[in-house]
Each structure stands twice: as structure tokens, then as C-alpha cells.
């Protein structure tokens, strides 16, 4: 009988106790990720709001800084010196991808021979959005679409032949151009405001906590309830999402069985005594 009690204890445990969202707290397999998130004794610059929980290291983080860093050999100043309001939003994107733990519900696979996987579609705060594209405006380029093209005869990225520098305001007309087209769809433009837990913020405040944890949690929660992405119903804020583990497919016929023998058994003072 004591056999059955403890089983049904194991059952009742296994069916209560949350299981590991593989979408949480993980970091990209790609070329400069660690495998898995932890803290950091120092991070660089505007990278330092993930110090405590990081995807990089603090090498990483301060090659990002760099006009021409060694993490790909991508050039900032392709068209003339990139204004310092502009391209403090190109670093903190930079550290985003390369330090939050917070991504993957929208890591996806990529065939790539530095990567295996990138983000795509991630939703990004309407005024991390706005206000890149507005500190951008007048800033030059020669492309769209910065993961490809360039001219690389050089070690680095130079504008491809027959191509011509323009400011961003001609090539990314809206907000909407810039960050949803100039890392292959990578972001993707929301109307949700910073603080709504359904957007993710490139720029926060670490002594307010990490606004995007809610963020993934949320997603991941939406990614499985519907993958395709459609639903809109949302889950009770910071409420752990619990599935019932493989044991209690495994467990629960013999409970069904053991149940009717325990109740005989321990009579009204064996439950009571639960």
C-alpha cells in the first residue's frame, strides 16, 4: 500500500512541477554566442545591461564598440563617418544579438558557414524602432539589405560597384524599412509600447531588471499554445507555465489500478492524514 501512496505522490509531483521551456534563457548557436547564458564580470560599454546573465563575453562586447571590429569585419563608415547618434543604435543592436539570452522563441535555422542559427521576426518596441530610424536619417548608405551584397575584395565591407551612397531616409523611407529590412527581417515592426511585455527593447535600464525575460516568456508561451502564431490570448502575467511530463502518460494507468486498493487500505484516517 505504501508502494501505491508513493507513487501517487510522484504522479501528482510530476503533473505540478514546470517543465524546461527549451525556448528560454539559451543563446544562439553562432560564431561569437557562448553555449549557454551566464553572468559576466564586466561588459563593455552598452553592453553592460547584461553583465549578470550574458550570451557574450566581455571580449565580444567590446569589439562591438568598434567602427571596424574583428567579430565580421563590417565596416560602420562605409559611405563617410557614421554620426555617433546613429551609430550607438547599430552598437546596441549589436549588443542585443549578441547577448541576450532572451531570443529564442524567435531563433530560427539558418545555412550559413559562420552560423547555424539567426533570429528572424523578433518583435521590436515601436520606439527602439522610431527612434533608430529618426537618429538615422541623415546618415548614408549604400544598401538596403546589410547581410548581403557588399563588395568584400578588400577584407571588409565595401559598397558594391555601381552603387551609390544615399541617407537612410531614401533608402529606409519609415521606420518600418530600416529595422525590418536592413538585417533580413531579423526585427520585425510593432505598434507595442516599451513596458507592454510584448515587445522587445534594444534599450533598457538594468537596475529596473530585464524588461525582455517577460517578453520571451510571453512568446514562448504563444509559440506553443499556436504555432502559426495567430492568438492573441495571453497567459497570467509571470504565471509558470506547466505541462505534464512524459512520467504521467508512463505512470498513469498503474495509478488508476493502485487507486482503489490505497482508498481500501488507508480508510478515512490514511486521507485525512494527506
Not at 546573465?53 to 562586447?61: L, M, R, V
Not at 543592436?93 to 552560423?115: A, F, K, V
Not at 539589405?145 to 571588409?156: E, I, L, Y
Not at 511530463?245 to 494527506?274: N, T
Request: with cysteine; aromatic share 10%.
Amino acid at each position: 500500500m505504501g508502494a501505491g501512496l508513493v507513487l501517487l505522490v510522484l504522479l501528482a509531483a510530476s503533473v505540478v512541477l514546470p517543465a524546461r521551456d527549451p525556448l528560454l534563457n539559451i543563446c544562439m548557436d553562432a560564431k561569437h554566442h557562448k553555449s549557454k547564458p551566464g553572468p559576466e564580470g564586466k561588459l563593455h560599454g552598452q553592453c553592460s545591461p547584461w553583465k549578470d546573465y550574458a550570451c557574450c563575453t566581455a571580449n565580444t562586447s567590446s569589439e562591438a564598440h568598434k567602427d571596424q571590429s574583428n567579430l565580421y569585419n563590417f565596416n560602420w563608415n562605409h559611405c563617410g563617418v557614421m554620426p555617433p547618434k546613429c551609430k550607438r543604435h547599430f552598437i546596441q543592436d549589436t549588443c542585443l544579438y549578441e547577448c541576450s539570452p532572451n531570443l529564442g522563441p524567435w531563433i530560427d535555422q539558418t545555412d550559413s558557414s559562420w552560423r547555424r542559427e539567426r533570429i528572424l521576426h523578433v518583435p521590436l518596441c515601436k520606439e527602439d524602432c522610431e527612434e533608430w530610424w529618426e537618429d538615422c536619417r541623415d546618415s548614408v548608405t549604400c544598401k538596403e539589405n546589410w547581410h548581403k551584397g557588399w563588395n568584400w575584395a578588400t577584407g571588409t565591407n565595401r559598397c558594391p560597384w555601381g552603387s551609390m551612397c544615399r541617407p537612410f531616409s531614401e533608402i529606409f523611407p519609415q521606420p518600418r524599412d530600416l529595422c525590418e529590412k536592413i538585417w533580413s527581417n531579423s526585427y520585425r515592426y510593432t505598434r507595442e509600447h516599451r513596458g507592454s511585455g510584448r515587445c522587445i527593447q534594444m534599450w533598457f535600464d538594468p537596475a529596473q531588471g530585464n524588461p525582455n525575460v517577460v517578453v520571451a516568456k510571453y512568446y514562448a508561451w504563444k509559440k506553443r499554445s499556436s504555432p502559426a502564431g495567430m492568438e492573441d490570448v495571453a497567459p497570467e502575467r509571470d504565471q509558470a507555465v506547466c505541462a505534464p511530463q512524459w512520467s504521467v502518460l508512463v505512470l498513469l494507468p498503474l495509478a488508476l489500478v493502485l487507486i482503489p486498493e490505497v482508498a481500501r487500505g488507508c480508510g478515512s484516517h490514511g486521507w485525512g492524514s494527506l
